[in-house]
């Protein structure tokens, strides 16, 4: 890290986020296609046994280290610290998994992320990869960065050469669909919101839109890590892109470089 970073207001919540990400990160590499317990939280989502120990993990290094700082989980929910509210004071978000599904069925595109929240603002992102031995991360007030280089977001000109994560809900998704791919050079989708993001940040995708469906750990590290790489992030309806008072698998987000944000926007909207 060089010296003009070393001077940041978070940059010892950054560096404790991603030895512990990369630590729970270990975790789920010692028992990738080994899951022994599998649970069904819904239709479509599932929870391993996996998923607990890599929270588990997560959330007493917090505790050890920060005691009075509050918690929301994915798979536990909401520990308050001492300002008895998410939205004040420092809260650390996260997913222990995120892309559970493909863990599950050894699909190797899936992460830990943790992110720290100040005051209902995003502060810290870090989004580690162990298949990749990758960790993203960044501050509120340093660069985006992966393992120990700078990254950015893309600077193509042509959004006909655009390569993106989509995924769309709501209404006439197969016509929304139909014009952001003739508008674009091919979509794809890895199944895991916080490494969509990730990518967004390193230039690998060029944008991303995630219509709905996301909670508060999905993006509340990645989406920090792809602002301050230079994208544009916002919910789907252009505002802030977080909020810890949205309702669970009820958030969205576009982010994209901003010369092309407001027409990518336009292609997902629903129909008046």
């Not at 479509?44 to 998923?51: A, G, I, L, P, R």
């Not at 607990?52 to 005691?67: G, K, N, T, Y």
């Not at 008895?84 to 809260?91: C, F, I, S, V, Y």
């Not at 493909?102 to 929240?117: D, K, M």
Request: hydrophobic share 45%; with cysteine; net charge negative.
């Amino acid at each position: 890290m060089s010296a003009a970073r070393a001077t940041g207001r978070f940059d010892a919540d950054a560096a404790f986020a991603r030895e512990t990400a990369e630590r729970a990160g270990v975790i789920l590499l010692e028992r990738y296609e080994r899951v022994e317990e599998i649970t069904f939280k819904s239709a479509k989502d599932v929870v391993t046994e996996v998923d607990h120990l890599s929270e588990r993990l997560v959330m007493d290094a917090i505790r050890a280290r920060f005691p009075g700082d509050s918690i929301l989980a994915e798979e536990s929910g909401s520990h308050h610290g001492g300002s008895g509210a998410l939205e004040h004071g420092r809260t650390w978000i996260i997913d222990p998994v995120d892309g559970t599904v493909n863990y599950a069925n050894g699909l190797p595109f899936f992460c830990v992320s943790i992110g720290l929240v100040v005051d209902g603002r995003p502060a810290v992102g870090a989004v580690c990869d162990p298949m990749r031995a990758e960790t993203f991360w960044a501050t509120a007030d340093g660069p985006a960065m992966l393992n120990d280089r700078e990254i950015h977001a893309s600077q193509k000109e042509h959004l006909k050469d655009y390569v993106m994560q989509v995924s769309l809900g709501g209404r006439s998704v197969a016509t929304r669909a139909r014009a952001i791919r003739k508008a674009i050079r091919v979509s794809r989708n890895l199944g895991s919101s916080a490494l969509g993001l990730s990518y967004v940040a390193a230039g690998r995708f060029d944008g991303f839109i995630q219509w709905q469906g996301m909670s508060a750990w999905d993006v509340a590290a990645a989406g920090l890590i792809a602002e301050r790489a230079g994208a544009l992030v916002t919910d789907t309806a252009g505002g802030a892109w977080f909020s810890v008072l949205h309702a669970t698998r009820t958030m969205g987000a576009i982010a994209a470089p901003a010369p092309h944000h407001a027409e990518l926007m336009r292609l997902a909207a629903e129909p008046k």
